[in-house]
């Protein structure tokens, strides 16, 4: 299965291997700091293309394990149907097919570290043996009755809500208690803008030095679209647009009309989307307020146009006044009151899961967290 494992080299420290001047990257390499050294279980969770098994390159290369093979593992990219058997081996004719007894990939992990993506891709009947593996060290090739035990250090990553998987029984709460150990999460690249030069600049240097390109540099404001690009596809996207600009741009001076052409669906980042007027002169709390603000009245509008339409539709053709009016507790709310009360019936809707509760308030999260802050939520 090349496209679902590969197996590393006992790798070499490498300087900068973790890339970012964030605040939130620094405080990843701190934890990275302090479970390196040891054989926690790691669970790295964020969105696809953010970097998480880079992550677990790093955990791994500052580990007691680094001189040992790192086995990374695509769950997603293994049919249910053999995933126990590239997990775990099989014995000759256990199935059909099998001709030779095999070695899965726990096996060829052992002593080093097994990186397992898409963690929640596992099929809950695998998942039972892979919590028996974590608990304990043992498992069962498919087809044999008799234990091994291989010594490995597990990190799994994820771009799922696993809470919810585990509410809605796609995911096991036990496996999910012991893999949560240690969570790092990498937020996305667009809530962490002052990083993208710093990808730009490292991924510019290998581009050039492997296609042989003298690169002529970016101009500030092209580097301020590359800042305020959405990203969603994140630092994977952004690698394959520097290559795409410094190899058909020929290395050339790049000027913001060239990198708009590498940025398909260019638009404001999503937390500024469909703010009622430009942010000229006006700070970005303020906009914040008035997008919240319009959601509110988009939905108290609905509600009024629903109303009048029950009211044309009564049979006696009545169209009492109090159909329409709107209660006087709406009419003095705040605007702030307005915004408190959305947030913490969206808080109360997700059961307390900020993150899913900033997708439904079309806020990013860094912006949820201040909110509640701010009014005394926590």
Known sequence: MPDAVTKSEPPQREDGLILGESVAMRKILEVIEQVAPTDITVLVTGESGVGKEVIAKAIHSASTRSRKPLVAV??????????????????RGSFTGAMDQRKGYFELADGGTIFLDEIGELPLASQVKFLRVLENGEFLRVGSSSPRRVNVRVIAATNKDLELEVRHNRFRADLFFR????NIFIPPLRERP??????FRVFAEEVAQKHHIRFAGIAPAAMQLLRSYHWPGNVRELRNVVESMLVLEQGKYLEPEDVKKYLKDYRIPEEERNLPVPL?????????RELIFRALMDIKGNLV?????????????????HAVREPEEN?????QDMEQRMITEALERYKGNRRVAARALNISERTL???IKEFGLE
Not at 74 to 91: D, R, T
Not at 179 to 182: D, G
Not at 194 to 199: A, G, H, R, S, T
Not at 331 to 335: A, E, N, Q
Request: with cysteine.
């Open 74 to 91: 695509n769950c997603g990219a293994i049919p249910e149907g053999i995933i126990e058997s590239e997990l775990f081996g099989h014995e």
């Open 179 to 182: 893999l949560r150990s240690v």
């Open 194 to 199: 002052e990083d993208v030069p710093v990808f």
């Open 280 to 288: 000229v002169g006006r700070s970005v709390e303020q906009a914040e």
């Open 305 to 321: 146009e629903l109303k009048n339409l029950l009211t044309r539709q009564q049979p006696d053709g009545s169209r009492g006044d």
């Open 331 to 335: 009419r003095t709310l705040s605007l």
């Open 369 to 371: 967290y201040r909110k």
